[in-house]
């Protein structure tokens, strides 16, 4: 591997801090028990971490409300904690990735709160967007668009005299209030938060709706102003993937190429980016603008050797012919859980999904280019489906009373030890509750158990993840699509090494283009004669 280009083909880890491991025994994950699991994750293999947001916040979207960009909230810690943890990573050979929110901040922002108290038309408001409302009165927004979770994406403010006055956008929850990067501003604020971070030592930046930021400078009604509420994507074309926005990526690669030229050490951006196509998304990752963006098809394919060999073609084609490298992802704090989302809702996940979900696994380590795991899934971790409504705090549940796509589910912390919750998550006293409640099944998932079992989900993972770095056809390169019988997805890494995924009902083992193939997990280096590797892996 090109250590220079590190990025290229590394795998990176999500740590939900909230989530992960808690220290102090109040029921939340922080930096420091992130601290204590490095060498779990050194261990398992990853090249590095993306931190969810742990700035300082009043938690109404779990951190991704930010107040304060520059500092620690101290549930998590503190800043000097934050330091102790990227020395400790650094020392493990563990990259550190921070998660910035510069679509939107807190409504407990100081400059949102200085907007608020401001007049209309001044400095202040002119970093939100602020507009007056449409009637007679004022009374209707100043236009038809919807928050992506759920009503309008509108709030009236009251003004200083306490007459109902302005309105201002918020393209999520009225607690998060959009910024305007057409005000100058607000990019030179981004610019100083970057290097406070980078200053402190930290690899580089997930980068959260970088497709987001502008928005068309009228204002003007959606042609579909249900689709963001509908979809909880991204989609309309007035709020979202405005042209401007590549000017910001080019101005955050030169920053971060500043500072790689004063120590050789690459700093990695990593986009966001929901759009239409492959097409738009390699716009993204143009040599001067983003190193990766996550790219969401993989993640949104049915199970279907069809459907997966079509955007991974796509993805080859239009991503890769930039120059960057596709960056895989099967799974984020966003979405149900491979297990649940691939077969049974139900929680004990030792059939059908989970079957899928460790095939999924590995082809994604086989394809070329860089990949990202989320916590537990390593664990084969199935979504807690049965939350009752009192613990859940998903704002899109808050917003529109329904359960439908909320994400408490794939949040709960993880299980560590033990046979019962808190399973080793928080060291409180006996009787300590994480603050989402584990199902008494995670006892089956537990770390210590699956370290333990040779053929549990994490040896699934750490075994992929070794073959990965031992073998130079995978990580970088292209790949070649072999035939294979109906059901089958089969391509070729280099001359010598075949992965095939057995989407439907296909004979185990069976053969693929005349390589003979094991029937469950990845081979190790001369197993087979005439082959470096070869995966089978049975998703049926």
Same mark, same amino acid.
């Given at each position: ?12 880890? *999500?740590? @939900? ?21 490095? %060498? ?12 969810? &947001? ?38 493990? /050979? ?6 910035? !929110? ?7 922002? #100081?400059?949102?709160?200085?907007? +608020?108290?401001?007049?209309? =038309? ?41 007459? &109902? ?10 607690? *998060? ?6 005000? #100058? ?57 405005? %042209? ?13 190429? *500043?500072?790689?030229?004063?120590? /050789? ?5 990593? =986009? ?62 966003? *979405? !149900? ?30 394809? #070329? ?71 008494? @099944? ?14 549990? $989900? ?18 970088? /390169?292209? +790949? ?13 890494? =280099? ?16 053969? !693929? ?6 029937? $469950? =997990?990845?081979?190790? %280096? ?13 998703? $049926?």
């Amino acid at each position: 591997m090109n250590r220079h280009h590190w990025w290229r083909d590394a795998v990176i880890y *999500q740590v @939900y801090v909230r989530s992960f491991l808690d220290s102090t025994g109040d029921g939340i994950g922080d930096l420091a028990g992130v601290r204590a699991g490095l %060498p779990y994750l050194r261990k398992l293999g990853v090249d590095g971490i993306w931190l969810s &947001p742990f700035y300082p916040s009043p938690q109404h979207d779990h951190g991704y409300d930010v107040a304060d960009y520059r500092d620690v909230d101290p549930v998590y810690g503190d800043l000097d904690e934050f330091d102790r943890l990227v020395t400790a990573a650094r020392r493990l /050979g563990v990259r550190v990735l921070l998660d910035i !929110v510069p679509n939107h901040c807190s409504s407990a922002h #100081p400059w949102f709160r200085e907007a +608020l108290a401001a007049a209309p =038309g001044s400095p202040e408001r002119a970093r939100f967007h602020f507009a007056d409302g449409r009637g007679p009165d004022g009374s209707e927004p100043p236009n038809n668009w919807h928050a992506m979770f759920g009503g309008p994406a509108w709030t009236r403010v009251t003004e200083a005299d306490g007459r &109902p006055g302005q309105w201002y956008l918020h393209m999520f929850t009225p607690e *998060q209030p959009d910024w305007n990067w057409r005000n #100058p501003e607000v990019a030179a604020e981004f610019d100083q938060v970057l290097r406070f971070w980078l200053d402190r030592g930290v690899d580089g930046f997930r980068i959260d709706v970088a497709a987001g930021l502008f928005k068309h400078p009228e204002l003007p009604d959606s042609p579909d102003p249900e689709a963001d509420a509908r979809t909880r994507d991204s989609v309309n074309p007035l709020a979202w993937n405005q %042209p401007e926005v590549h000017d910001v990526w080019r101005h955050w690669r030169a920053v971060c190429e *500043q500072y790689t030229a004063r120590d /050789g050490r690459e700093r990695l951006l990593v =986009g966001e980016v929901s759009v239409p196509s492959a097409r738009e998304h390699a716009k993204y990752v143009r040599p001067d603008e983003l190193h990766q963006a996550f790219f969401f098809d993989l993640l949104g394919a049915p199970w279907d050797a069809d459907a997966f060999r079509k955007v991974i073609s796509e993805a080859m084609q239009d991503i890769a012919g930039t120059g960057s490298t596709v960056t895989w992802v099967l799974n984020n704090h966003d *979405q !149900v859980r491979t297990v649940t989302r691939y077969g049974e809702p139900a929680p004990e996940g030792s059939g059908l999904g989970a079957a899928r979900a460790r095939a999924a696994a590995l082809l994604m380590l086989a394809l #070329p280019g860089a990949a990202y795991i989320y916590q537990g899934e390593e664990l084969g971790l199935p979504e807690v489906v049965d939350l009752p409504d009192d613990v859940l705090t998903d704002p899109i549940f808050r917003r529109t009373g329904s359960r439908a796509r909320i994400r408490d589910g794939c949040r709960v912390p993880l299980p560590w030890s033990g046979q019962a919750s808190p399973f080793g998550f928080t060291s409180g006293a006996e009787g300590a509750k994480p603050w989402l409640p584990q199902p008494e @099944y995670f006892a089956e998932y537990a770390t210590h158990r699956a370290l333990a079992d040779t053929r549990s $989900s994490w040896h699934l993972y750490r075994d992929g993840l070794q073959l990965r770095s031992a073998l130079h056809q995978l990580g970088e /390169g292209a +790949l070649r699509w072999l035939d294979t019988q109906p059901g089958v997805l089969a391509f070729a890494r =280099g001359d010598d090494l075949v992965c095939a995924v057995n989407f439907g009902t296909a004979p185990v083992p069976a053969p !693929v283009a005349g390589t003979p193939l094991l029937a $469950s =997990g990845p081979c190790r %280096p001369g197993e087979l004669p005439g082959s470096t590797a070869a995966w089978w892996i049975d998703g $049926s």
